[in-house]
């Protein structure tokens, strides 16, 4: 009986010792151990999840870049109503004309130009003279919006005071540039500049959605309107895209963020506007068409693409446009090892390996309105 009771009592005194040191140790090393591999863990999870939304962002960056580009391009030589081809400029305009009417009607029959690989103030002459980003290219788009103003109905805008619309006519083919200043005064002016009649514009009651209900004109010079016709009038768009080596390039925020800028024709002037980030790089091929009006199957279809058309001859002939696109993460990846070129038509990148993701992106746009006309028989 004192036998059961002590072994009890030693039983019990076991059950009250709780932990040695040594398990105590053991168990902390354990647990700590399993905290760093969690530890470890939720880092390479956050890590590659912020590594993700690089490249998304990215890749993203670089397909808004290409669809705005592509979407203005495609767009290129819209004029209202006027259905002929251009013909030859006499020479290059200026990137950004002077935003008097004359000057920007004559531009307009270049409805698309480049600079290729140019210099960091090559936009020096328009407005605030933005930076560019030495190396890359320049792109202008010149059009009109595809809605006319004063027409009867939502679809169709006001115009604007001071900003600038272009009056067009199928047959003759015809246009002119004025500005919204106090209402309209359109005339008739050949695309080639010759002027013709000036009279009294009134929409038609055919056309009543399509035209302004009156534009007050002086009568020509041998006092008649024969021959005229009202035509629509839509507002005229001149984009200037290129590449800027910052986002904010002055200030306490300016930064080092290479980005796609848009300059546009606005009232009084040209207007500066980023659009997407993380852009470093832009090159674009004209495509030429080469083949005789007699070409039938081939005619207002490119033949070769060129980085600059060799002359206004050539200018006149461009029918599509490829470009490239070279988009960078905004944000270095650390450890990311880059030692590849990027080429960018007959453009070579070279590698740079500091730490920022690079993809380059390409498409090849039919310029419509350029190529279409010239598919019409003459």
Known sequence: MQT???????YAGRDERGFSIIEFMIAM???LIVMASLSTLLFNTSAANREVERANAQIENGRIAVSILRDEIKLAGFYGDYGDVLGTPAAAPPLCNTVVPADLQTAMSMPIQTVSGASSTALAGCGSGPLVLTGTDIIVVRRTDTIPVCGAGSPHPSPTVGAFYVQ?????????????????????TKA?????????????????????????????????CAGFTAGAINQLHISVFFISPCNVCSGSKADTLPTLKRLSLGVGGFVLEPLVEGIENLAIQMGVDTSPSS?????????KFVDIPADMGEWANVVAARIFVLSRSVDVSPGQ????????????IAAKN???????????????????????PS
């Open 354 to 376: 500091d730490g920022y993701k690079r993809h380059v992106f390409n498409t090849l746009i039919r310029i419509e309105n350029l190529a279409m006309r010239r598919e019409i």
């Open 295 to 303: 070409d039938v199957v081939g005619y207002g279809s490119p033949d």
């Open 29 to 31: 090393t354990l647990g």
């Open 192 to 224: 080639d500049g010759t002027p013709t009649q000036m009279c009294r514009a009134v929409k038609p009651a055919a056309s009543a959605d399509r035209l302004c209900p009156t534009a007050t004109i002086a009568k020509n010079a041998t006092g008649t």
């Open 4 to 10: 059961g009771q002590r072994m009890n009592q030693i």
């Open 168 to 188: 067009t006519r199928p047959k003759p083919s015809e246009y002119e540039v004025q500005t919204g200043a106090g209402g309209f005064t359109f005339g008739v």
């Open 337 to 348: 090892v880059d030692a590849k070129s990027y080429v960018l038509g007959t453009r070579n």
